[in-house]
């Protein structure tokens, strides 16, 4: 049977590399009906957002909560108050009474959670082996004995990134999904019951990438939002348009050096050779006095 969450289509709009996971996060909330989930790593609210659009759907008791400092780092860029503004602004006008934004460090957040208290947990903070591996480890005992963690970006291996590394290892020592499109996504299961209610999860995995890989596209068509890339491939897309760039300059100064040439080879330039000459010494005159 079709998930109905596969209907459902987003209505905030902001950059993320994170869209072709939207569809998934939707699917995770009208399955699993969490109590609670926790987003460590927040950035604009795309993910964070899912969440809140899936539960107000399909999970009227599942209450949601954003921790970030919005301030950035070195993978996601750092950045002013404009990106809290944004996510504080729609969250709101749609989202206040069901969700909560915790302006912090992640360590420090973790007094606000009791243990045996989250149902999802999706980690996408700073992405080294180290940063990821802590955020893993101090959190995994606020986890409910049935529960889910997500890995976001297990599939890049450029900038230190080191998501995929940790992600290795914990394949060995634990039931996982994973989708490899859009940077990759790690969903580690902890508990028989939550590895049972996502049975269905590869089996609909080509749907939740045909359906992501449209709304981003609809995303980067959006007129006036503004839509951003992922920190790799702005640094990839910047180094192409300044090799454009240089190659354009050096197409330009080699053009202007078959002009220059072209005139000094003209009859115009042979005849006004005299005045040429004339008017040197009469500058070279000037410069005495």
Not at 87 to 94: A, D, G, L
Not at 115 to 125: K, M
Not at 239 to 254: D, G, I, L
């Amino acid at each position: 049977m079709i998930p109905k969450s596969l209907s459902l289509n987003p209505v905030y709009l902001a950059p993320s590399s994170w869209w072709q996971h939207v569809p998934i996060a939707y699917w995770l909330v009208e399955t699993i009906k969490p109590k609670r989930i926790v987003e460590l790593g927040t950035h604009y609210g795309v993910s964070f957002f899912a969440f809140c659009e899936a539960a107000e759907a399909f999970s009227p008791d599942t209450f949601a909560y954003a921790i970030d400092s919005w301030s950035g780092d070195e993978h996601a860029s750092f950045y002013g108050e404009e990106v809290f503004a944004k996510v504080q602004n729609h969250w709101e006008s749609s989202h206040k009474q069901r969700s909560a934004l915790i302006r912090s460090e992640f360590d420090t957040a973790l007094q606000y959670f009791e243990d045996d208290s989250i149902d999802i947990l999706h980690i996408d903070g700073l992405h080294t082996y180290e940063a990821v591996k802590h955020d893993f480890e101090i959190w995994l005992p606020k986890m409910r004995k049935s529960s889910l963690i997500l890995f976001h970006d297990i599939n890049v291996r450029e900038r230190d990134f080191g998501v995929w590394k940790l992600w290795q290892e914990l394949k060995s020592n634990y039931k996982t999904c994973e989708v490899m499109n859009g940077h990759g996504l790690g969903l580690l299961l902890l508990g028989e019951e939550i590895c049972n209610e996502l049975n269905d999860f590869f089996a609909l995995s080509s749907a939740f990438i045909s359906k992501g890989v449209l709304l981003e596209r609809i995303a980067e068509l959006t007129p006036g939002a503004n839509f951003g890339v992922h920190p790799i491939d702005q640094a990839k897309a910047e180094a192409e348009q300044a090799k454009a760039e240089t190659e354009q300059a050096e197409a330009e100064a080699q053009q202007a050096r078959a002009e220059l040439i072209r005139i000094k080879q003209s009859k115009s330039w042979a005849l006004t050779k005299p005045l040429r000459k004339a008017f040197g010494l009469l500058k070279s005159r000037f410069k005495n006095y």
